[in-house]
Structures are given as structure tokens and as C-alpha cells.
Antibody, heavy 123, light 113 residues
Framework: QVQLQESGPGLVKPSQTLSLTCTVS??????????WSWIRQPAGKGLEWIGR???????NYNPSLKSRVSISVDTSKNQFSLNLSSVTAADTAVYYC???????????????WGQGTLVTVSS | DIVMTQSPDSLAVSLGERATINCKSS????????????LAWYQQKPGQPLKLLVY???TRESGVPDRFSGSGSGTDFTLTISSLQAEDVAVYYC?????????FGPGTKVDIK
């Protein structure tokens, strides 16, 4: 069974960079059958897709966050990471990592999610 | 971006009764070349990872009880819980994966009446 676990600081100061890591167990992050994403959920609000990594180096980001987001991968540790720069209180949310399916070069639904980690932006 | 809406925001159903959740997309998520709807449903319980219930709008994920069923096509979709159990209390989300950015509905909270 694949498991994903988010980790990182729970408190980040405004204007700083939010950095989170997702550790994947039970499956290889290098598999071309999957892509790897970050999604967030502000308190009382809906889910927002942040970005994804797939195909040995390709990344896509939500245009609403593109200028501030980067996703990187460490295959040796079976981890992928999120950096979100210049954060404000609006970036306070539960951040999830998730695995998505790849089929015939199409990126499909998510099949496994982490439990999520709350990140609060506050001085 | 494709905007996903859900109705109702919340509903309370008696144990053993049917629960119906609706999801609507701002544009069709039916891919004509394969006649598949790029729509998934997830269940979220407090403190637990989101769980995939249904993909391709109507294909139940392995291990999901058969009381959960998805239906619909194009822009209008439904998740039905045929006989609500206590463990089904959760928030349910629809999500389109037809076009990027992938987007989610706002969620429907299901409770016991």
C-alpha cells in the first residue's frame, strides 16, 4: 500500500518561503505510471491544486501561484518537495501531497493522498 | 479554469437511507475521443487522507463498498450512497481532470439525521 507523508515547519513568517517535503513509501517516485502533486485547503475552504511533477522532470503549476511555486524531486530519498515563496496569511492552509495516475500520457485522477499538514503564516 | 459546483452544501440522512450529491462542471469533461468523463469523487474524514471513491465518473475504486455509485455525463454528475452507514459521515468532493488546472468542487458534508 502506498503511503505519503508531508513534513515541514508548521509556522512560517510573512514574506518568507514555505518549504514542505512529501515522503513516499510503498512505491517508487520514479515510476512513469504516476505523477506527484501538491494540493492545499485553507480552513473552511475548498481544495486548490498547486502543482505537479511527472515524467522524470516535467512540472506544471497552477497559474494563480506559478510565479511563487517550485516543486523538486529527490529520487534517492523517494521524496518530492514544495517551495512557495513570499507567503502571506492567505497561504495559511492544510497542505496535501498526492499521487496521480498516468495513462497513455494523460494525467488522471489522484489515487493516494497524504494526511495533510497545517502551515500557518504569521509573524 | 473549469469551475466545479456541488449541491447541496450539506445533507443529513437517516441510517440506511439514500444520500445523493450533485456535481456540475462549467464545461463538459467528456473527452470525445474515448467517450470517458474525466471526473472523480473523493471522501474526506477528519484526520484521514482523502480517499478515492469513483473515477471516470462511474468506475468504483477497488475496495470501495458497492453502496457508493457515480453517474452522469458531460457537465452533470451524481454520487449516490444507496444505504447510508455511520462510517459514511464525511465531506465528499468531486474533481475534474479533463484540463489543467485540475479543479475541485467545494464539498458536500454528509451527516446522520
Amino acid at each position: 500500500q502506498v503511503q505519503l507523508q508531508e513534513s515541514g515547519p508548521g509556522l512560517v513568517k510573512p514574506s518568507q518561503t514555505l518549504s514542505l517535503t512529501c515522503t513516499v513509501s510503498g512505491g517508487s517516485i520514479s515510476s512513469g505510471s504516476f505523477y506527484w502533486s501538491w494540493i492545499r485547503q485553507p480552513a473552511g475552504k475548498g481544495l486548490e491544486w498547486i502543482g505537479r511533477f511527472y515524467d522524470s522532470g516535467s512540472t506544471n503549476y497552477n497559474p494563480s501561484l506559478k510565479s511563487r511555486v517550485s516543486i523538486s524531486v529527490d529520487t534517492s530519498k523517494n521524496q518530492f518537495s514544495l517551495n512557495l515563496s513570499s507567503v502571506t496569511a492567505a497561504d495559511t492552509a492544510v497542505y496535501y501531497c498526492a499521487r496521480g495516475l498516468v495513462e497513455s500520457y494523460q494525467l488522471l485522477n489522484f489515487d493516494f493522498w497524504g494526511q495533510g499538514t497545517l502551515v500557518t503564516v504569521s509573524s | 479554469d473549469i469551475v466545479m459546483t456541488q449541491s447541496p452544501d450539506s445533507l443529513a440522512v437517516s441510517l440506511g437511507e439514500r444520500a445523493t450529491i450533485n456535481c456540475k462542471s462549467s464545461q463538459s469533461v467528456l473527452y470525445s475521443s474515448n467517450n470517458k468523463n474525466y471526473l472523480a469523487w473523493y471522501q474526506q474524514k477528519p484526520g484521514q487522507p482523502l480517499k478515492l471513491l469513483v473515477y471516470w465518473a462511474s468506475t468504483r475504486e477497488s475496495g470501495v463498498p458497492d453502496r457508493f455509485s457515480g453517474s452522469g455525463s458531460g457537465t452533470d454528475f451524481t454520487l449516490t450512497i444507496s444505504s447510508l452507514q455511520a462510517e459514511d459521515v464525511a465531506v465528499y468532493y468531486c474533481q475534474q481532470y479533463y484540463s489543467s488546472p485540475f479543479t475541485f468542487g467545494p464539498g458536500t458534508k454528509v451527516d446522520i439525521k
